[in-house]
């Protein structure tokens, strides 16, 4: 309760159990009760109690959905029995947040004790799963976050990425940035039901991005092709699988708002931070189970909720999109294109002079010069080279878990190699991660080449300056004239719309 005075716990539990929806911050017309210029006015605060604002704002909202699922919530709603109504959704609050331990597995025991007891005890008809599962989501989000456990909105819960314990982000509001007040920070962020890895990918510097950034993204035009091409591509980058992903490798990549993507691999889960030009992050998650590969990324520019009563819809043709650009980072990443000697020194014919002409193949293809060409006068000065590339002294920078070549392999690095989903073969051995080099680390962008071939085919289409409408939102684009395909185009060409 760190700078939130001078409501009281009781007083607390009133504001959470408040019969109506609080004001979000960019209404136009809000309703002008008391508490509502309460709120107003103090989630603009640069401190504890404007994260704690921010997060009774979302947790409010939790507690108000309660009345859809709970018939004893909903009937003291319909009554108008305020503090009837807040002291319920206390009790179903302070049940759900016992159900929380420090461990993982404990906790989901718990829960799935709860959920067969809630089951049998609410009556609920075969026909009516969906409807138990959004109830149960709720209840476990306000366990979640509740006041205890994220102390009044001052530290965001995650699960570890050992999968095994939850872990904390305290959250700064001084270190905020200032295109993000502190009561803005929760409504950004939202309320996933099992946040993973938040306080190992951000910190509490960062700020999630703005519901206002451009809702533009590349479209995947044929949904079930698009997935299923993606599935391949990442099924076949596992079995071929050489290198494993640095932690927090940054990838450029545009797509819609975003410019970059930091990439985290935990077994067979990848997540990433989705970045915008000022740096506002989205956080988003691939994983593999017996199904195939599925994505989710619950990036609030990807959802409309503008329409309460039919539920949120999903941007699927960006998600798929950014199911199959994700799809070739991560091929890029985990195989090795190998080459011969004689295809990169491969000889030249010494009776042919360089020159500005179109060159035909043997298949009739043209050959394409790019201008001007670069001739080489003088023999290049190997001392001169090494000294400027820095080849005697290496900065400081990390090495990556790799496999090498070795007689021998240890158990202890066969072990190591099965936590990062790698098979040693014969004739080999598994490096662990470590650093080498003196001096400041520099850091490391890399760009994926098979990504950006798929990217090369996508044209972000246009969407009207409201919030998305299902998938009746698209404008259609200005006609361009089309530019010389390339190779990497023509594999993906079918997949998208242009």
């Not at 009561?183 to 509490?204: D, S």
């Not at 030249?348 to 043209?366: E, L, S, Y």
């Not at 289409?461 to 684009?477: D, Y």
Request: hydrophobic fraction near 40%; charge should be positive; charged fraction near 25%.
């Amino acid at each position: 309760m760190t700078d939130f005075p001078p409501l009281a716990e009781d007083t607390l539990w009133q504001l959470i159990g408040y019969p109506y929806r609080l004001p979000d911050p960019g209404d136009e017309n809000p309703s002008k009760d008391l508490l509502s210029e309460r709120f107003l006015g103090a989630y603009r605060l640069c401190s504890l109690a404007g994260l704690t604002w921010g997060w009774l704002k979302m947790y409010h909202d939790f507690a108000f959905a309660l009345r859809r699922f709970h018939p004893v919530i909903r009937d003291l709603f319909r009554s108008g029995q305020t503090a009837a109504f807040a002291q319920q959704v206390r009790a179903v609050a302070d049940q759900a947040f016992a159900l929380f331990s420090p461990s993982y597995e404990e906790t989901l025991e718990r829960w799935s004790g709860w959920r067969e007891a809630a089951w049998e005890e609410g009556g609920w008809a075969e026909g009516e799963d969906d409807v138990f599962i959004g109830y149960s989501q709720v209840v476990f989000a306000l366990g979640n976050y509740h006041p205890k456990r994220t102390s009044c909105g001052t530290r965001a819960p995650y699960l570890k990425k050992d999968g095994r314990a939850f872990g904390f982000l305290n959250l700064n509001p001084n270190a905020l940035p200032p295109s993000c007040p502190a009561g803005e920070y929760w409504p950004r962020l939202g309320a996933y039901v099992l946040p993973r890895w938040v306080g190992e990918m951000v910190t509490a510097a960062d700020a999630p991005v703005h519901t206002r950034e451009d809702r533009r993204f590349p479209q995947a035009h044929e949904l079930k092709r698009t997935l299923e091409h993606a599935n391949n591509l990442l099924n076949a980058a596992q079995a071929d699988k050489r290198r494993v992903i640095p932690a927090g490798a940054i990838v450029q990549l545009p797509f819609g708002p975003f410019r970059s993507f930091e990439i985290h691999e935990v077994g067979y889960q990848v997540g990433f931070v989705a970045r915008t030009h000022r740096g506002e992050f989205s956080l988003g998650y691939l994983q593999h189970t017996e199904d195939g590969w599925n994505l989710w990324w619950p990036c609030p520019l990807l959802i409309d909720a503008s329409q309460p009563e039919t539920g949120s819809v999903m941007n699927k043709p960006a998600i798929a999109a950014m199911t199959l650009l994700l799809a070739a980072v991560l091929h890029d990443f985990w195989t090795l294109e190998e080459r011969t000697l004689e295809q990169v020194f491969a000889d030249q014919n010494p009776k042919r002079v360089p020159g500005i002409r179109a060159r035909r193949t043997g298949d009739g293809a043209t050959r394409i010069v790019y201008l001007p060409q670069v001739v080489y006068v003088d023999r290049p000065n190997v001392d001169a080279c090494e000294q400027a590339l820095e080849l005697a002294k290496r900065a400081r920078h990390p090495v990556r878990q790799h496999l090498r070549l070795s007689p021998t392999c240890s158990e202890k690095a066969r072990l190591l190699a099965v936590q990062f989903g790698l098979v040693v073969p014969t004739g080999y051995t598994f490096v662990q991660a470590h650093w080498r080099g003196d001096g400041t680390p520099r850091p490391t962008l890399y760009r994926s080449r098979s990504a950006l071939a798929c990217l090369h085919a996508l044209r972000p289409l246009s969407a009207r300056k409201g919030r998305l409408r299902g998938l009746g939102f698209l404008e259609p684009s200005p006609q361009r004239p089309r530019a010389p395909r390339t190779s990497g185009v023509k594999r993906h060409k079918s997949f998208w719309t242009r």
